[in-house]
């Protein structure tokens, strides 16, 4: 069994916490680890694993890498898709990864960005499924419903097949309030998890049978793909021809294999913040409270304080979310519409859509502190034994100020040590490159100052992450 990890997804209903360029599944949402670290980690125990695929972002290529580094896991193959096109064509790749080597694996599909209580129970369901999908069927986990919840697709279960298992009779759409209770009332229905188990050549088979065009469009965007360091990065032509299909919409709606293996097992997707605050542990007044907050005299709030202190004062189910840059408040019952916030900012082409102040690179960070006209200030941070790319600005110079640690600086002909509380300055059109020789976190304070500021304004000449 190979586990497939879909790390795609923005996560836009928790905004201003999740962002285009560093979303839900790299935070920790639901506990110390990240939700993509949390998802590899309830992996353990289940029998005759392989290591997983992701499949990701090329943008997330190496948050995802480290994030699994930190926890002791690496992934056997790290796909990139160079724009998004859903999960039918992003459990294609993997199958087709999984293939290549001969064999024909079992493909345990999970989306990163989920939250299970009961991984005991996760395991079991897993257990399970495998015989069921070793047999040719294409396994869905449906959730044992503990709500009439009108936020997710349900599966009607249709024909018994083994103890613990059904054929799928209907997938259907989030239903309204009334439909749900009555879901929830006949016993018949589970929610669809978006979790599946099936071999890789029987996905491949009713792919093909169901939506070829599909299926042709990832195997020319596989077949043209470039092995960069530990990543496959799919043709980018090819991949962009495929179609937008979700798996739900191109096979498991049309097999006529599909099974359904309910699950237990405290499961969400933590799709907005209303779903955060049922997860987790609350107080004696129903607050989920992150941070330093003060709460007086208020009830059913969801507040999470990440830079200074938050108060609260006579209000009842509000959420509350303090980030850097911005700041969100919500009624709870309405936090499934903050992506229209979102909408907004891409609208006016406001970065706070895309990326937090403080963005991650695989050498470190940078945290952009201020800016004006022809200025900007960030406080950057190298990690031991990495190096930014050796490059060059057309329209900018910098200056370098260090606050802890020792950088070794390449500027055009010469290369130095800067040591604490010691400065060099970067003048526009030099090539230059910032490394930490050193065993500690290497900080200091960029000053940078021109006409244009943006960071597409960097000729890369070398790069140890190979990027263009």
């Known amino acids: 069994m190979i586990p497939v990890i879909l790390c795609g997804g923005t996560g836009s209903r928790l905004w201003p916490l999740s962002r285009e360029a560093y ?50 896991r690496a992934a056997q193959s790290i796909l990139l898709e160079p724009c998004a096109r859903n999960t039918a064509p992003a459990i294609a790749l993997a199958a087709l990864a999984a293939l290549e080597g001969g064999e024909d ?22 257990t399970r499924a495998a015989d069921l999908a070793a047999q040719g069927n294409l396994v869905t986990f449906g959730i044992v419903p ?5 936020g997710y697709g349900y599966i009607r279960r249709g024909e018994q097949l083994e103890e613990g298992s059904w054929k799928v ?59 960069d360091l530990d990543f496959t990065r799919m043709d980018a032509d090819a991949f962009a021809a495929c179609a937008d299909e979700s798996v739900d919409y191109a096979v498991m709606e049309n097999t006529e294999s599909a099974a359904v293996v309910p699950m237990d097992a405290g499961w969400s997707d933590v799709g907005s913040w209303s779903a955060l605050w049922e997860l987790a542990e609350r107080d004696g007044d129903d607050n989920l409270l992150h941070g330093d ?115 070794k600086v390449t500027r055009g002909d010469e290369e130095l040590l800067v040591t604490e509380n010691q400065s060099t300055y970067i003048p526009l059109g030099v090539t230059h490159r910032l490394e930490n020789p050193g065993t500690i976190p290497l900080e200091l304070i960029e000053v940078q100052s021109g006409s244009y500021l943006g960071e597409d304004d960097i000729i890369r000449f070398d790069d140890d992450y190979g990027r263009s």
């Open 293 to 407: 907050v003060l709460a007086e005299d208020s009830e059913g709030c969801l507040v999470r304080a990440d830079n200074r202190l938050v108060g609260l004062l006579g209000v009842r189910d509000l959420v509350v979310v303090d980030t850097d840059d911005a700041v969100l408040i919500a009624d709870k019952q309405r936090v499934q519409e903050v992506k229209k916030l979102v909408q907004r900012l891409k609208h006016s082409e406001r970065s706070e859509a895309q990326r937090h102040r403080k963005v991650y690179r695989p050498w470190g960070y940078y945290d952009s502190i201020d800016a004006g006209p022809r200025f900007q200030v960030k406080r950057i941070v190298v990690k031991p034994g990495k190096q930014l790319s050796l490059q060059m600005h057309h329209h900018r110079a910098e200056h370098w100020v260090v606050v802890r640690g020792t950088a």
């Open 23 to 72: 979303p839900k599944q790299f935070l920790p949402l639901a506990g110390s680890e990240t939700m993509l670290q949390a998802t590899a980690l309830r992996l353990d125990g289940l029998a005759q694993l392989q290591a997983p695929i992701l499949v990701c972002n090329e943008e997330h290529r190496f948050a995802a890498a480290e994030q699994l580094q930190e926890i002791g």
């Open 105 to 126: 694996p079992l493909l345990l599909v999970l989306p990163a960005d989920h939250a299970v209580a009961d991984v005991a129970a996760f395991r079991a369901a897993v």
């Open 169 to 227: 009779a209907q997938f259907v759409e989030k239903p309204d309030a009334v439909t749900a209770e009555s879901y929830l009332a006949s016993g018949d229905y589970s929610w669809n998890s978006g979790m599946f188990l099936f071999r890789a050549s029987r996905y491949i088979e009713e792919l093909g049978h169901h939506r070829a065009d599909i299926l042709d469009a990832c195997r020319n965007a596989y077949a043209g793909a470039a092995r």
């Open 146 to 150: 503990t709500r009439a919840e009108t």
